[in-house]
């Protein structure tokens, strides 16, 4: 059992402090949010997370896992100290490190015994040293300069709408220090995690905090490359799908992450590219592929909107379009740099009047499209969104959206038009029921 203290309890410090606790340790979440502390004492949870309710109200009951806004109280016994502040974008694209810098701080100024401090969330290379020097100084001005501490990184690669599941299976744990007693200890914590050969890579600090930016770009970089080859299927011909199978055979390849679609959204992708892009940029060094990789996503972010405005025209006043999914992927309500603010803005500002269903995310949208709240309807059911429509949009990949009675949708729709940014279904099923099919990567109308 470790004594351990989340700094931020966001998505990463809540999944964080809750798995760590279902092993037996016992955990303090803190954050300055006091909405959220109290709620969270009553097992009200701010996101919609699979499994995550559960394990809170479990590990609750039983007094592993406790929650505060008071920083001293967290770290008062802790041996180790999280930061899973957030690191959102600034203007120009870098991290905003505020967040981090101030936790680092608060940490400084009630430490008073032995603490190793993490830095959990996604921070460019130097900030754990940043956060080792904010520490030292806070102490010196306390006059507690013998406390001793030390600082690790410890990126997370968990994906939201799985994040329980992958961080208790982790495909591998990151943990970058130079101290081997550390790293021992970080070693024994995640212990209970790592199954079936999945290693505990330890590396120097530095190498840790560009493997997790190194980890998201790859991965965005796939799927800005298969939105790119789509685009030039529906000009060129070929079907993306077919070829998505095509080279996921191949083992160097592999099928994960291949999807091409509306583009990726989410509060990582978007804006760790844009950081990798800045510290290149900041360094000398232009990150000719990230920069790639972050332009193809802006346009494809754009690419049903072009669809639905090469077949409709500029103007779409009077049309009434049903939105299939809002949320940035299945699984989660959070919008965060979702495709479809991008599409349903698009289209209102053409005219349009937008009628929207996503099983999670309707309370969040209804914040973030505040300011087109006259043109937005929302419904309780996807079937609603379709009644009278012009065309219906798939947006997010929610498996309920699968397998829809089309037969249903003929009867309520006004016009038989799909427009399908995440590539579910076959030509054939849907041209059975008379429907115009638009998708990604399948469209060449020349053969
Ligand atoms: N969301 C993900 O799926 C994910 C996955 C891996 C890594 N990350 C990284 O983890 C970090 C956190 O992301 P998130 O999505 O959990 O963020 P979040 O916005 O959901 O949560 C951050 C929390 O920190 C709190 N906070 C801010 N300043 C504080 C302070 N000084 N003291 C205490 N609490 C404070 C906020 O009130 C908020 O509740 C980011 O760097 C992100 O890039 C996120
Ligand atoms: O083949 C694919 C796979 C994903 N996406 C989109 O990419 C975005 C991100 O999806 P996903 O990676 O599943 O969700 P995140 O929760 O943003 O997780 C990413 O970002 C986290 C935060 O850094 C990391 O920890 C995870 O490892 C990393 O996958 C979403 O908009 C998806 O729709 C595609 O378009 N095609």
């Not at 892009?277 to 000398?284: Q, R, W």
Request: proline share 3%; hydrophobic share 40%; with cysteine.
């Amino acid at each position: 059992m470790m004594k351990i203290c989340m700094v931020g309890t966001g998505y990463v410090g809540l999944v964080t402090g809750a798995c760590f606790a279902d092993m037996g340790n016992e955990v303090w979440c803190v954050d300055v949010d006091e909405v959220k502390i109290t709620n969270l004492k009553a097992a009200i949870l701010p996101i919609y997370e699979p499994g995550l309710k559960e394990l809170v109200e479990r590990n609750l009951k039983e007094g592993r896992l406790r929650f505060t806004t008071e920083i001293k109280l967290g770290i008062e016994d802790a041996l180790l100290c999280f930061i899973t502040v957030g690191t959102p974008p600034c203007e120009d694209g870098s991290a905003d490190l505020s967040y981090i810098f101030s936790a680092a701080q608060a940490i400084g100024q009630c430490m008073n015994h032995y603490l190793i401090v993490v830095t959990k969330s996604t921070v460019p290379v130097g900030t754990t040293e940043k956060v080792r020097d904010i520490i030292r100084q806070e102490l010196k001005v306390s006059a507690r300069e013998h406390v001793g501490f030390d600082v690790v990184s410890n990126p997370e690669f968990l994906k939201e709408g799985a994040a329980v599941e992958d961080f208790m299976r982790p495909d591998r744990v990151v943990i970058g220090t130079e101290n081997i007693g550390t790293a021992e200890l970080m070693k024994q914590l995640y212990k209970p995690f790592v199954r079936n050969q999945n290693p505990i890579l330890i590396m120097d600090t530095k190498s840790a905090e560009m493997t997790k930016y190194a980890a998201n770009v790859m991965l965005a970089a796939r799927i800005s490359f298969m939105n790119e080859i789509a685009q030039l299927c529906d000009i060129v011909g070929g079907d993306i799908t077919n070829i998505r199978t095509g080279i996921a055979a191949d083992h160097r390849i592999g099928r994960q992450f291949l999807y091409a679609g509306a583009g990726y959204g989410g509060s990582c992708f978007p804006k760790d590219v844009k950081e990798l892009i800045n510290l290149g940029y900041k360094n000398g060094l232009e990150m000719a592929i990230a920069t790639a990789v972050h332009e193809v996503n802006e346009r494809q972010k754009h690419y049903l909107v072009d669809m639905i405005r090469k077949r409709f025209g500029e103007k779409l006043d009077g049309m009434r379009f049903g939105v299939w999914g809002l949320a940035f992927k299945p699984q989660t309500d959070d919008m965060r740099e979702a495709p479809s603010l991008v599409i349903v803005q698009s289209l209102i500002n053409m005219g349009a009047k937008i009628v929207a269903f996503d099983p999670q995310a309707i309370k969040e949208a209804q914040q973030v499209f505040e300011d087109y709240a006259d043109h937005i309807q929302y419904v309780g059911d996807m079937m609603e969104a379709v009644n009278d429509a012009d065309a219906l949009i798939l947006i997010t990949d929610w498996r309920q959206f699968r397998q829809p009675d089309f037969s249903d949708m003929k009867s309520r729709m006004r016009q038989l038009v799909l427009f399908d940014g995440r590539n579910q279904y076959d030509f054939e099923q849907i041209e059975k029921y008379g429907f115009e099919y638009y998708c990604i990567g399948r469209n060449y109308r020349g053969k």
